[in-house]
């Protein structure tokens, strides 16, 4: 070596290398020979200030090292950069796509108002009979074993089902070994007192202490010990979500507190989870001891007005024999007492039968009925978007004559089927929510 070193202006990556590493059609031969031409430049820099070829080469080299290492991440770079471009370029192809069939729809009103309205029914008519079907047909009851749940009824000799009356009820619990528990139901009114809304009936199910034990509801708030207690203790009440929400306004204080009505103060001891229905007219739950039996005439044999019993079988013991049992009872009855059971018999019905048997079929009917209507709106919505596409083609073959691939065509028409349909779709919830209530309002358990 026969001269001084000569300093580089830089020690950072060379300019052109930078600005190939930033473009993303860089190939990795375009950096090697973008490096190699800075490292012959800097070879005969220093050849120029006295150094001889190799040492010179040899230099540069070490000196460019950094440069070669980072040919590696550069490439990386330009890969990251060609993959930033392909995903802008895809968003900003899809928006400018959206945005020209947007444009395209406004032009053919007509067309988009009635595939959209299509689809609007038959997505929200099928969608509001399903959400039914699955909450009344297919999801299980809210009660533990909800299989071991039974009716129990009365039957005349002419085989019309109907109310049990208490006395009834009492010789039944000891006398069968079918159930584990039976608990005895009666419906009547209760009016609310409230000086702000003013008086209120409340339709009320004087229910047994047995009753919890039976259906074993679960709760939102509060706890069912008070309405289980047989014992002589204040009056008790029940409330189910529906009238705590629209009665009470959802107030968690309202638990412990005694309400007034009109024939005395009822403590609250629970709120009722949401789903919990049974029996379905009833609003709220009240304990039904010794004095309202009384009070209400229950005692008397012949009365079988607004009452029912609800019995859950015993572990390992089959409908049929609950039935024979409870059969075999009544008859005794009807042998001791004449004057009042003779002709009546009963009969033990599933709980979901005894809810939603009325239903069953007409609903499963109605399902099969909306699903034909949806698979007419597609069948409409595809040939109403054929006949649009046939008056279309000479723009369609326009725009291949300037360049336009058919999967660019199939991409734009394909866009505005999906706007199409995702503006029928949200139409179509909106609908199945109103159909939902209506169902609700309707009756439908």
Known sequence: MDGAVPSRTSDAVPEGLMRLSDDPSTSRDEIR??????????????????????????????EFGSVRNAEAAMMSAARAGRRRSAVLGAVSGWVGDVGFAVRSLLRAPTFALMAAAALA??????????????GVLLRPLPYPDEHRLVTLWSVSRQGDTGSPSWPDFQDWQPGSSAFAHMAFI??????????????????TAWVSPDFVDVVSP??????????????????????KHSLWQSRFGGDSAVVGQVI?????GYRVAAVLAPG??????????????????VAQG???????????????????VSLERARSEITTLADRLAAEHPATNAGWSASAEPL???????????????LAAVGGLLLIACTNVASLSLARTLDRLPELGLRAALGAGGARLIRLLMVESLIVAGVGGILGVVLARWGVKAFLAWGVP
Do not use: C, K
């Open 33 to 62: 020979r973008e490096l190699e031409t800075h490292l012959a430049e800097r070879t005969d820099e220093l050849v120029a200030a006295g150094w001889s070829q190799g040492e010179a080469r040899q230099r540069a080299e070490r």
């Open 298 to 316: 229950l005692g008397d044999r012949a009365y079988r007005l607004d009452t029912r019993v609800v019995a859950r079988l015993a572990p390992d």
């Open 121 to 134: 029914i038959g997505v929200g008519s099928s969608t509001a009979v399903w959400s039914v079907v699955d």
């Open 260 to 264: 007034p009505f009109a024939d005395g």
């Open 186 to 203: 009666r419906g009547q009114m209760l009016t609310h007192l409230d000086a702000e809304r003013g008086a209120a009936g409340i339709a």
């Open 352 to 366: 979901r039968e005894v809810l939603v048997g009325p239903v069953q079929r007409p609903l499963w009917i109605l």
């Open 276 to 293: 919990v229905d049974y029996p379905l007219w009833a609003e709220a739950y009240a304990r039904l001891d010794e004095a309202q039996i």
């Open 218 to 239: 679960p709760t939102q708030l509060g706890s069912l010990t008070l309405l289980a207690d047989p014992g002589p203790t204040e009056n008790v009440i029940v409330l």
